[in-house]
Every structure is written in C-alpha cells, then in structure tokens.
T-cell receptor
Framework: KAGVTQTPRYLIKTRGQQVTLSCSPI?????VSWYQQTPGQGLQFLFE???????NKGNFPGRFSGRQFSNSRSEMNVSTLELGDSALYLC?????????????FGPGTRLLVL | AQSVTQLGSHVSVSEGALVLLRCNYS??????LFWYVQYPNQGLQLLLK??????LVKGINGFEAEFKKSETSFHLTKPSAHMSDAAEYFC?????????????FGQGTTLQVKP
C-alpha cells in the first residue's frame, strides 16, 4: 500500500497570506490527524478527523482550520500567516479513531513564512 | 492530563554500544505508548507501541522497550548501535479521555552514533 502523501512538500509564503495543505491517507484509513513540528515547541497536535467530522482539536488559534472529505483526504488551512507559523506540518492516518490505533505519518509539508 | 518527558535531548554512543533512550509518562488512564523515529527531512516512522498485551515490546530494527508501570517509564533500548540509527527519537502517549487518537509527544532525543 502507498503511504501517507502530503502536498506540497515545501512552501514559501509571506505574512498575511493564507495557505492550504493537503493530505491523502493510506488507502482504507478513515482517520486523519495533523501535527505541527517546530524546534521550539516540538510536536503539537492540531486536530483529528474521522468520517468527515472534526473529533478533537488542539490548542491553536482559529486561524488554523481543516476538513476531511468523503474519500478521507484532508486539508488544513492557515489564514493570515504569521512568522511563527513556519514549521513542518505532519499528517498522520489510522484505520479508525481510537487511542490504541497506530498513526502512520506522511513526510510533511515544510512551510516557511517570510 | 497526559504528558511525556524524555530525559536527555542528546545521546551519543559508539557504534556497537548499547542504546538507551529514556521516556517517562504521566497518565490518569491506562496509556498507550509509542516510539517513533524521524530521519532528517522525513516524517515519523513507528518503531514500536505498547497496548498492554505485553510489558516488553519488540519493534523494528532491533529496538525494544519495556513498560514499567511502577516507574511510569517506557525506555527504548537496542543492544548494539549502528551508524544508521542516528536520528531523532520521539516517545508519545495516547489514551486520554474520549475516543481519540491524539498523540502527546516528548521533546525528542537526538541519537548520535560515533564510529
């Protein structure tokens, strides 16, 4: 099976712009989660989706949003970009929603905000 | 609330030496624990996970971890380090309230392997 894919892999934006990142989960997986990775804050949970519904949300401002489509693909959007949004954004998929489920990660999208 | 602490942001070992990466967790519910590895410019790869079936968990690439409830620890070990083991390692916990897959990660430990 193909792994989790994320597009684009690299992105450069300027402050104030918005950005949309895409994630295609492993075939058959129905749950998708997003994480932000920065040198200072480490890996932080953004949100998770299952069956097109957001099931859980991390402690991020409302500028961060996401959605999941009927084919389980997911997108996340960041509006009004700030310098501090520069990070590696990781998507992970799992078969179902649950604490014991293994999450498989994609290669990430590296976002640089200038 | 759940949390994970990884002791030592940097660990350096010689090739062929024992690898020990430390992880302590805090959880009010029975935890599910994971170790992931991240190579430069890549995502996270699962090494192993603990789901209460056995306290000693064997993973890929010769790694294993032992769950010790009394010490709230889940340390990662490998008997003999290889140069290809150089990477960043993350311990994570899930199992908070509600049916969620949310992972809480430690700050990571960078493993350096010297020839």
């Amino acid at each position: 099976k193909a792994g989790v894919t994320q597009t684009p892999r690299y992105l450069i934006k300027t402050r104030g712009q918005q950005v949309t990142l895409s994630c295609s989960p492993i075939s058959g997986h129905r749950s998708v989660s997003w994480y932000q990775q920065t040198p200072g804050q480490g890996l932080q949970f953004l949100f998770e989706y299952f069956s097109e519904t957001q099931r859980n949300k991390g402690n991020f401002p409302g500028r961060f949003s996401g959605r999941q489509f009927s084919n389980s693909r997911s997108e996340m959007n960041v509006s009004t970009l700030e310098l501090g949004d520069s990070a590696l954004y990781l998507c992970a998929s799992s078969s179902f929603l649950g604490s014991s489920e293994t999450q498989y990660f994609g290669p990430g999208t590296r976002l640089l905000v200038l | 609330a759940q949390s994970v602490t990884q002791l030592g942001s940097h660990v350096s070992v010689s090739e062929g030496a024992l690898v020990l990466l430390r992880c302590n967790y805090s959880s009010s519910v029975p935890p599910y624990l994971f170790w992931y590895v991240q190579y430069p410019n890549q995502g996270l790869q699962l090494l192993l996970k603990y789901t209460s079936a056995a306290t000693l968990v064997k993973g890929i690439n010769g790694f294993e971890a032992e769950f010790k409830k009394s010490e709230t620890s889940f340390h990662l070990t490998k008997p003999s380090a290889h140069m290809s083991d150089a990477a960043e390692y993350f311990c994570a916990v899930s199992g908070g309230s509600g049916n969620t897959g949310k992972l809480i990660f430690g700050q990571g430990t960078t493993l350096q392997v010297k020839p």
